[in-house]
């Protein structure tokens, strides 16, 4: 199945990327939970990160300083350091 997946700050002329493998397991891996700072977005990833603590997944949370601007480039460039997979919340 082909999927597409837009990037919401430049569809003019969408980034063709190659999907990366899915984890073979999420026990012991580090995930990333993304808050973008929008409201009760915090409320899905605690949840989110109890499941995944479940799962035997070490969680790191991280917080964007505002949803209307892409991440800054060293909170991104920690993310893709210190974690195997993330999640970004999307809330209102």
Same mark, same amino acid.
């Given at each position: 199945?082909t999927?597409v997946?837009?990037?919401p =700050?430049? $569809?003019?002329?969408p &980034?063709q990327?190659?999907? !990366?493998?899915?984890? #073979? =397991? !999420? &026990? @012991? %891996?580090?995930? @990333? ?5 929008? #409201?009760?977005?915090? !409320?899905? !990833?605690?949840? +989110? $990160? %109890?499941? +995944?603590?479940?799962? @035997?997944? $070490?969680?790191s949370?991280y917080?964007? /300083? =505002?949803? =209307?601007k /892409? #991440?800054p /480039?060293?909170?991104? %460039?920690?993310?893709?350091v ?5 999640? $970004? &919340?999307?809330?209102?």
């Open positions: 199945m999927r997946v837009l990037d =700050t430049s $569809e003019r002329t &980034a990327r190659r999907r !990366l493998a899915r984890l #073979a =397991t !999420l &026990a @012991g %891996q580090r995930i @990333g939970l993304l808050d973008i700072s929008k #409201a009760r977005g915090d !409320l899905f !990833l605690d949840r +989110l $990160e %109890q499941r +995944l603590r479940e799962r @035997g997944a $070490e969680v949370r917080r964007k /300083p =505002t949803f =209307t /892409p #991440a /480039p060293d909170l991104r %460039q920690r993310i893709a210190e974690c195997a997979a993330v999640v $970004e &919340a999307l809330a209102d």
